[in-house]
């Protein structure tokens, strides 16, 4: 059974760092795209990051850019989102997904596209990150 765990949520003052886990159980993560995904209360699930298990490439959203970072532990089947300078907007329930690489992989312009995951990805639970002010 393809699962996906994520963990390290949790309160954090303004300014502070978090580091999410991703844990994957079932299959390995050889040729898929990896992506952080979050959801605040009455927005829409706003994807933030995606790393390559191919070649480890990374794509960040504007928001995320300059402060979040996504690494891949192949060994551990783990990726993990490092947040630092969190900002109470950042506050929201931070998902994982785990989609197949298209065949021409980061090459593709869709490898990190919102809709591949929604179409493809297998997710996680959910964890909840609050950053109070």
């Known amino acids: 059974e393809v699962q996906l765990v994520e963990s390290g949520g949790g309160l954090v003052q303004a300014g502070g760092s978090l580091r999410l886990s991703c844990a994957a159980s079932?299959?390995?993560?050889?040729?898929?795209?990896i992506g952080w995904f979050r959801q605040a209360p009455g927005k829409e699930r706003e994807g933030i990051s995606c790393?390559?298990?191919?070649?480890?490439?990374?794509y960040y959203s504007d928001s995320a850019k300059g402060r979040f970072t996504t690494v891949i532990d192949n060994a551990k089947n783990t990726v993990y989102l490092q947040m630092n300078s969190l900002k109470p907007e950042d506050t929201a329930v931070y998902y994982c997904a785990a989609a197949p690489l298209p065949y021409f992989g980061t090459y593709s312009g869709t490898w990190y596209s919102d809709q591949r995951f929604a179409d493809l990805g297998s997710w996680g639970q959910g964890t909840q990150v609050t950053v109070s002010s």
């Open positions: 079932g299959f390995t993560f050889d040729d898929y795209a």
């Open positions: 790393i390559s298990s191919r070649d480890g490439k990374t």
